[in-house]
């Protein structure tokens, strides 16, 4: 069965780093776009970052553009997202999700909390 696995969350002060990592199994990962959402305590969940089968097209949200990066490693059925330049508004739990925005997502991590203070 398909399980998406997060990782990497933590505590961070403002304008640190830190790297989530979602590890998928149970399907055939290279041939899925993945992405990350984020959701704020009273806010509704935010697409955050997007990334196609190969790795060579990416989006994001405003929110997040320039620092943000996602990534993929089809070897290691992995996608990234390693967030610098870290905000208190960037507190939340972060998800990652089979799918693209034309087709919909149709599988869910559990979610990782990430908290800047």
């Known amino acids: 069965h398909v399980q998406l696995v ?4 933590g505590l961070v002060q403002p304008g640190g780093s830190l790297r989530l990592s979602c590890a998928a199994s149970g399907y055939s990962y290279s041939g899925y776009c993945m992405a990350w959402f984020r959701q704020a305590p009273g806010k509704e969940r935010e697409g955050i970052a997007s990334i196609y089968t190969g790795g060579d097209s990416t989006s994001y949200a405003d929110s997040v ?52 203070s």
């Open 6 to 9: 997060e990782s990497g969350g």
């Open 65 to 116: 553009k320039g620092r943000f990066t996602i990534s993929r490693d089809n070897a290691k059925n992995t996608v990234y997202l390693q967030m610098n330049s870290l905000k208190s508004e960037d507190t939340a739990v972060y998800y990652c999700a089979r799918g693209d925005w034309n087709v919909g997502f149709d599988y869910w991590g559990q979610g990782t909390q990430v908290t800047v």
